[in-house]
T-cell receptor, first 111, second 115 residues
Framework: KQEVTQIPAALSVPEGENLVLNCSFT??????LQWFRQDPGKGLTSLLL?????REQTSGRLNASLDKSSGRSTLYIAASQPGDSATYLC??????????FGSGTRLLVRP | DGGITQSPKYLFRKEGQNVTLSCEQN?????MYWYRQDPGQGLRLIYY???????QKGDIAEGYSVSREKKESFPLTVTSAQKNPTAFYLC??????????????FGPGTRLTVL
């Protein structure tokens, strides 16, 4: 059974710091991995999608990497800003329709 | 604007009532999904539909029902059989549910509270 774990559960950093969020999964037979952002009381915003054949994806200050063999993904946020404060969720797809989600990392960027 | 809309934003249910949550998309996506989110937890799949007039149970379908009569619409009914329905409900869609690497896009959610 696929399980997705995100560590840490919460993170507080000063503005301007570079940071890394971690996601691990137990079954390496995945189709893709998605990183999402969720603001309080809101829906999910898709940040990055990494296909199983890819090693990384970049969008602006965000970079996500994928190491299928070790069951790990990282989301790197460069030069963090207070507006980056949110919960970040990762999810893996190991069938055509189903995403398995981690519990998220709650990020606070302090001004 | 293309996107996914959910209504209402907040919904209150009395014991023994059935309530229906609306989800509409104008992205021309074939696949649609319903998830439930409880505080401090990830999302869990309730039902999904890969094409009109077809839908499948997810991991926690008990106490819920859906229909998919139109491509754009995938309403979720929370029945009185669902014993703990208080949660945040999220609808999503993807281009299709049959290929690889389908990115899912989410609506703004409905918060359901049992009185």
């Amino acid at each position: 059974k696929q399980e997705v774990t995100q560590i840490p559960a919460a993170l507080s950093v000063p503005e301007g710091e570079n940071l890394v969020l971690n996601c691990s999964f137990t079954d390496s037979a995945i189709y893709n991995l998605q990183w999402f952002r969720q603001d309080p009381g809101k829906g999910l915003t898709s940040l990055l999608l990494i296909q199983s054949s890819q090693r990384e994806q970049t969008s602006g200050r965000l970079n996500a990497s994928l190491d299928k063999s070790s069951g790990r993904s990282t989301l790197y946020i460069a030069a963090s800003q207070p507006g980056d404060s949110a919960t970040y969720l990762c999810a893996v797809s190991h069938s055509s329709y189903k995403l398995i989600f981690g519990s998220g990392t709650r990020l606070l960027v302090r001004p | 604007d293309g996107g996914i809309t959910q209504s209402p934003k907040y919904l209150f249910r009395k014991e023994g009532q059935n309530v229906t949550l609306s989800c509409e998309q104008n992205l021309n996506h074939d696949a649609m999904y319903w998830y439930r989110q409880d505080p401090g937890q990830g999302l869990r799949l309730i039902y999904y539909s890969q094409i009109v007039n077809d839908f499948q149970k997810g991991d926690i379908a008990e106490g819920y029902s859906v229909s998919r009569e139109k491509k754009e619409s995938f309403p979720l009914t929370v029945t009185s059989a669902q014993k703990n329905p208080t949660a945040f409900y999220l609808c999503a869609s993807s281009i299709d549910g049959s290929g690889l690497g389908n990115e899912q896009f989410f609506g703004p959610g409905t918060r359901l509270t049992v009185l």
